[in-house]
């Protein structure tokens, strides 16, 4: 194994390294999921939601209050449906809340 003694950018290590490639590659699709449903949740609540770890077909959100969390169950059906109807497999979102 050749260690580096320079630095290389974050877009370079996932290139070189299968396993850090497939972790960018999450959050970024983590992050379009949350992208594609913003104009679902109320503007209210949407700085109260992260873009969480992606499980499979689950997908989690993680969430800064338990009242935020109650309002977003609400919405997970059709959080589902909408992320269905653009492409994604999501069968379940689970919510953490963030302490």
């Known amino acids: 194994m050749t260690r580096r003694h320079y630095a290389v950018t974050l877009q370079q290590a996932s290139e070189e390294s299968p396993t850090l490639a497939r972790l960018t590659a999450l959050t970024r699709d983590s992050s379009d999921r949350l992208k ?3 104009k679902l949740i109320p503007v209210g609540l949407r ?3 992260q873009a969480g770890p992606i499980d499979g077909d689950s997908w ?3 969430v800064k209050s338990n009242a935020a969390a109650a309002k977003v169950r609400q919405l997970v059906p059709a959080l ?3 992320l269905r ?3 994604w ?4 979102i689970r919510l ?3 302490t």
Not at 89 to 92: D, K, L, P, Q, S
């Open 96 to 98: 953490k809340v963030q």
């Open 89 to 92: 497999e999501v069968n379940a």
């Open 85 to 87: 109807s653009r492409g």
């Open 60 to 62: 989690c959100l993680l």
């Open 47 to 49: 700085p109260a939601i």
């Open 80 to 82: 589902q449906a909408h």
């Open 36 to 38: 594609a449903i913003e």
